[in-house]
């Protein structure tokens, strides 16, 4: 008799779950937020974000196959910060280059870096200009041109060559490399003073993404052993009247 009502419950029990499953009743949240809100929320997209570059080894997808494969910024931002990767103030930096004792490397393009550059650094741009006329090239410089006001770049593919051409030859030389903002690996906001406190910063759940932060994990991807990153990069160098080198200078 007991096996009996306990059976009875079970069947009561998976008809209200059922019920509950129902398209008339779908979820707590109601049918609105299953239809039009579920997927779209910022731990959804993130989620099937995650799950696409886990399905790609890290890799971002691309209509463009190897002409434009590069590592998902995730998957390079928890790398980084496994290593620990350090990023080094500007004037800090200023004193080992004057010491002689680091290679400072200029990731941005070749452009920027004639105009303005830290002194006696030396340029390996990660991006270049979109080169060649064929269908793809063209289709991405017709993607940036409807999307952003500036020309289209992809990944240098000398990169790397270059970068051990600034070193000559020696990857475990100590290397700090530099953009424009520098970005940052920090998932928080931090307070300092006397009531020091930390936050988490929803807006930087991965940090901020840049060119030297991207350049710093090719270049330890490639064997460099002793890769740094200038803290706020070329801009805060500039702001701090460190000096410079350049046509606009």
Same mark, same amino acid.
């Given at each position: 008799?007991?096996?009996?009502?306990? $059976?009875?419950?079970?069947? *009561?029990?998976?008809?209200? *779950?059922?019920?509950?499953?129902?398209?008339?009743?779908?979820?707590?949240?109601?049918?609105?937020?299953?239809?039009?809100?579920?997927?779209?929320?910022?731990?959804?997209?993130?989620?099937?974000?995650?799950?696409?570059?886990?399905?790609?080894?890290?890799?971002?997808?691309?209509?463009?196959?190897?002409?434009?494969?590069?590592?998902?910024?995730?998957?390079?931002?928890?790398?980084?910060?496994?290593?620990?990767?350090?990023?080094?103030?500007?004037? *800090?930096?200023?004193?080992?280059?004057?010491?002689?004792?680091?290679?400072?490397?200029?990731?941005? *393009?070749?452009?920027?870096?004639?105009?303005?550059?830290?002194?006696?650094?030396?340029?390996?741009?990660?991006?270049?200009?979109?080169?060649?006329?064929? $269908?793809?090239?063209?289709?991405?410089?017709?993607?940036?041109?409807?999307?952003?006001?500036?020309?289209?770049?992809?990944?240098?593919?000398?990169?790397?060559?270059?970068?051990?051409?600034?070193?000559?030859?020696?990857?475990?030389?100590?290397?700090?490399?530099?953009?424009?903002?520098?970005?940052? $690996?920090?998932?928080?906001?931090?307070?300092?003073?006397?009531?020091?406190?930390?936050?988490?910063?929803?807006?930087?759940?991965?940090?901020?993404?840049?060119?030297? $932060?991207?350049?710093?994990?090719?270049?330890?991807?490639?064997?460099?052993?002793?890769?740094?990153?200038?803290?706020?990069?070329?801009?805060?160098?500039?702001?701090?009247?460190?000096?410079?080198?350049?046509?606009?200078?």
């Amino acid at each position: 008799m007991v096996v009996l009502q306990e $059976l009875q419950q079970q069947d *009561e029990q998976t008809v209200d *779950e059922e019920r509950f499953r129902s398209s008339r009743n779908p979820t707590t949240r109601g049918w609105f937020y299953d239809n039009f809100v579920k997927d779209h929320t910022m731990e959804a997209k993130l989620s099937k974000f995650k799950s696409d570059v886990a399905a790609r080894n890290g890799f971002v997808g691309s209509l463009f196959n190897d002409a434009f494969k590069y590592t998902a910024w995730i998957e390079i931002h928890r790398k980084l910060t496994e290593r620990n990767l350090e990023s080094i103030p500007c004037k *800090e930096a200023f004193e080992l280059g004057q010491s002689n004792q680091v290679v400072l490397l200029d990731v941005r *393009e070749p452009d920027e870096y004639e105009k303005v550059h830290v002194e006696n650094s030396k340029s390996a741009p990660l991006f270049r200009q979109i080169q060649g006329n064929d $269908l793809k090239a063209n289709m991405r410089r017709l993607g940036y041109a409807m999307m952003t006001d500036f020309a289209g770049t992809e990944r240098n593919p000398l990169f790397i060559e270059q970068a051990v051409e600034a070193v000559g030859g020696d990857k475990t030389k100590k290397v700090v490399v530099m953009c424009s903002i520098g970005g940052t $690996l920090q998932t928080y906001v931090e307070r300092k003073g006397p009531k020091a406190k930390r936050f988490a910063d929803p807006e930087r759940m991965f940090g901020r993404q840049s060119r030297s $932060l991207k350049a710093a994990y090719e270049l330890q991807e490639a064997g460099f052993t002793n890769v740094y990153h200038l803290k706020n990069g070329v801009n805060e160098w500039i702001h701090l009247d460190l000096p410079i080198a350049g046509t606009s200078t």
